[in-house]
């Protein structure tokens, strides 16, 4: 099936993008087009016109900055993140995620910040940004705003930016300890996946900080609070401990869709196992 006639636009700044969207929405922005093209193709979708951002500059740049924080411009490609010097040296886990997503097409053209706004829940990339307390950067014809990585999905296919916004960076700070990502998938999306962060104090033997989410099990990855809360404050020689004991409680509180990807009961059950692997990995047992 093609999709319904369009206007196709191709402008080279992020202004003259915006004005041409409009300030009702009524354009849709276009990139690697690997989920809005194919759902156009099925009329799930129809705009009025597509406005190609590929041609403006400063957007598929990554960078640390002043402030000691990661910013990856929305445009990146996930092949273009997974071999990045910057990225590989930092953040290891968000490399090895980026070269594993979906398919080698997908991977080669499809955007991080596409994949972020389609806010498809059996997705990799807004479990791993949620745990790296990052914030979305989105510009529109009224100014720039910061949404946390966390509250960025609202529903499912939903999410905070208006339809005349465009995501144009991410941003997050430098982890400064371990940081773990796991997924089990059916096909190519992932059905549970977890990611873990943490950071050791006293010559690495207490937990500072912690911070665990659990994605694709509802519309937005969801905090394992409580074992956050657990692990805080002890050694790492406690940690498996720790979670054993604050794990079934915070496992039950979430919430879960049942659908073709596996019951509730079984997401839980993965989510658990994922986040022992996690575990695994952050203490050295794991896999690299």
Not at 111 to 120: D, R
Request: hydrophobic share 45%.
């Amino acid at each position: 099936m093609l999709p319904l006639p369009f206007e196709y636009t191709r402008l080279p700044t992020i202004d003259e993008a915006l004005a041409a969207v409009g300030e009702d929405g009524e354009g849709m922005f276009y990139s690697g087009g690997t989920e809005l093209l194919l759902a156009m193709k099925m009329r799930v979708i129809h705009t009025e016109r597509l406005v190609d951002i590929k041609g403006i500059a400063g957007l598929d740049g990554i960078m640390l900055n002043d402030a000691d924080e990661i910013e990856i411009g929305a445009r990146c490609t996930h092949n273009r993140i997974a071999g990045d010097a910057l990225i590989q040296e930092h953040v290891p886990a968000l490399s090895a995620l980026c070269a594993d997503v979906a398919n080698i097409r997908v991977r080669s053209v499809g955007t991080i910040g596409g994949n972020l706004c389609f806010g498809e829940p059996h997705a990799d990339p807004p479990t791993m940004l949620a745990v790296l307390d990052a914030r979305l950067v989105l510009q529109g014809l009224g100014g720039i705003r910061s949404v946390p990585a966390d509250e960025f999905i609202q529903g499912e296919l939903e999410t905070v930016r208006a339809p005349n916004e465009l995501l144009t960076t991410i941003v997050f700070p430098r982890p400064s300890g371990s940081v773990t990502y796991r997924r089990f998938k059916h096909g190519e999306r992932p059905s549970v996946n977890v990611a873990m962060a943490w950071s050791l104090a006293e010559r690495n033997t207490i937990i500072a900080s912690a911070r665990i989410r659990v994605g694709a099990l509802s519309f937005r990855p969801q905090a394992l609070t409580a074992v956050e809360d657990a692990l805080r404050g002890r050694s790492i020689v406690e940690a498996r401990c720790a979670v054993a004991e604050a794990l079934p409680a915070a496992l039950d509180a979430l919430d879960v869709n049942a659908d073709r990807h596996g019951g509730a009961d079984y997401k839980r059950h993965l989510a658990g196992v994922l986040l022992q692997r996690n575990l695994d990995d952050a203490l050295g047992g794991g896999r690299s």
